[in-house]
Structures are given as C-alpha cells and as structure tokens.
C-alpha cells in the first residue's frame, strides 16, 4: 500500500496509507460516529462532496453486501479509517471495504490517527481537506460551491406501483429506505426531481407528498421555496432532514450551520409531547435557527438532547410534519419509525379533502 496525506486547509497534516481509488480528493471533513452501517454511509446522498471520517476504530469487519447500498452511485469525496479491515466475516459479504471504494471511484485512506482528526475538528469546526499521495504546502482557495442536490437527484420521474396511498417522493438526494419505508407502508411512490413544480406535482394527483434528505447548504434552493410552500399547503406533507430545513425556509424560517453537523446513529432526542427520548440517526451539518420559527404558524415538536436544537415541527394548520433526523435509520435504531406510519396513516384520514388556501 502506498503512503498519502490529509491535508486540513488549517494545516495539520495526517499520515496513512492509500485505500480505493487512485485519485487526489478535496472536500469538507466531517465525523460519523456510528458504530456500524459503513456501506450505508458512504452510498448516502447528503455526503456529496465531503471526505468522512469514522470514529469507529475498525472499518470493513463485516464487508459489503448486495443489499445495503443507498444510491447507485456514491458521491463522497473520500473516506478517512483508522484500521482497514481485509478479511471480513459475514454470511451476506460479497465484497471487501476498499474494493468497494475501488469499484465506486471513491478515494480513501487508513492507518489515520482518527480519535485526534475528530478532536481537531471538534476544536476548529469544519473544514476542508486535501487527500493526496504528497502533503500539501499551500492550500488553493476554491470559492466556487457546486450545487450538490442537482448532481444526486433524479434526472427522470420513476414510479413505484403499489395498493395503498400515492405519495410523491420530492427527490433532493433521497436514501432509497426512504423510499422502502413507503413501499413497506403499501404506498405507492412516484419520485420527480428536486425542481418539479407544484403544478407538476399536481399533475400526478398525490395523497401526500415527501421532501427527501439531501446535501449541502439548503439555502441553495431558495429559488424553489415558493412552489415548496404551495406543494404543502396542498398536500399532507413530511420533510426528513434536508426536507425539514426547507418546509421551515419556506416559511420564514432561517437556518445556519453547525460548527461540525451531527451525524451518527446515537443521537437522542426528546419528543416535547410526551417527553420520551429517542435515539436517532442524524447526518446534516444544518440547524433550523430557534428564533426565527414563527410559533404561531408551527409548533416545535422535537429537540436535540445534547445542544437544544429544533429536531422537528408540526404546522399549527395544515397537515405538515418534518423531522431533522431519519426515521427510516439505515444505519442506526428505528426508534423513531412511527413517524412515517403515522405520516400514511395521516393521508388515508385526510383523504379527498384538501387544505389548500382559496
């Protein structure tokens, strides 16, 4: 295996060794903190762009199966691991970690002292790093942010036939449990671009509608909140991570980003209705900002445990619900999969009435 580096934009360099593909990699450094469920992380959509770093210490124990992948097509940056598993044991492996890397054009590297990367982005906040095979003397300023939800979103409409509710799956970089949750509630999915208009998605006469996950900064979409706030207003709604920033922006709302996102399948929050904690799984590096919900138009309905922050609204008219964290999980608990059952059984109440403004 051959020597590499990461570079931080702030200059602390880490040695290891070279993993997946032969390429040089930039991107912002994030941390998961999941103890299990590598292959879902690295095919998960809201990564686009970032070079992840797993706190677990041994990566690949359990190898890649034919099953977990969360998009066809990974579109990290990079991986950074601590000890590289070679020999995985597991009756469902097909594949080992790297080669897994290897296939899907992905960058990584082993043998890094992860515990102090997680503890220097924990004290400077996120930044950028540079994965390379030399160190990097100079870190170039690239001021350009690429529209990542345009790059993971589906080119083309795909239809989902089943027996139960139709839902239109708003695709912003959508985890395809996402999509299997709905299925497995016997919904019947159609899932369009993030761009699809209001009067497009009325074409398609949905039950309800879901506004998915996906990467990068939300205010990204500005454009978009209009028709996001109509599609709402017409249809029972639920925005998962992604989906929940944007119904919120939609409506007046603010948000900003967090000095190093949660992401990870252990973070707990509090249901404010009943004050049960759940554990969930996270992965967003922004914040609904508290004081600019408007509590006369949505009730907050979930907060993060660790630092207070709004993990989930529910709008005081219309049948609107988001969550910051992912109900469906995959990787992580399925503390909180209610929330989807809840959100068809909401559309079958709903049925043929609509709570649209005249």
Known sequence: MELGYLTLETGEVFEGV??????????????????????????????????????????????????????????????????????????????????????????????????????????????????????????????????WVEKVSTKNIQYFNNEGPHVVLIDFGYKKSILNALLDENCSVTIVPYNTSFEKIK???????????????PMALKQW????????????????????????????AKTEKLAYGHRGGNHPVKELATGKVKITAQNHGYVVVDESIDTQVFQITYRNVNDKSIEGLKHRRFPIQTVQFHPEAHPGPSDTQYILENFVYQINSVGDKRYAIK
């Open 18 to 147: 070279l993993i997946g593909a032969n390429k040089d990699s930039i991107g912002e450094v994030v941390f998961n903190t999941s103890m299990t469920g590598y292959q879902e992380i690295i095919t998960d959509p809201s990564y686009a762009g970032q070079l992840i770093t797993f706190c677990y210490p041994i990566i690949g124990s359990y190898g890649i199966n034919a099953m977990d992948d969360e998009c066809i097509s990974p579109s990290l940056a990079g991986v950074v691991i601590g000890d590289l598993c070679e020999t995985p044991s597991h009756y469902q492996s097909i594949n080992k970690f790297s080669e897994k890397l290897m296939q899907a054009g992905v960058p990584g590297i082993a043998g890094v002292d992860t515990r102090l990367l997680v503890k220097t982005i924990r004290s400077r906040g996120t930044v950028k790093g540079y994965l390379s095979k030399t160190k990097q003397q100079t870190f170039a300023e690239d001021k350009t942010i690429p529209f």
């Open 203 to 217: 074409a398609l006469k949905p039950d309800g509608v879901l506004l998915s996950n996906g990467p990068g900064d």
């Open 225 to 252: 909140f209009p028709e996001i706030k109509k599609i709402t207003q017409h249809y029972p709604t639920l925005g998962i991570c992604l989906g929940h920033q944007l119904i919120a922006l939609a409506y007046g």
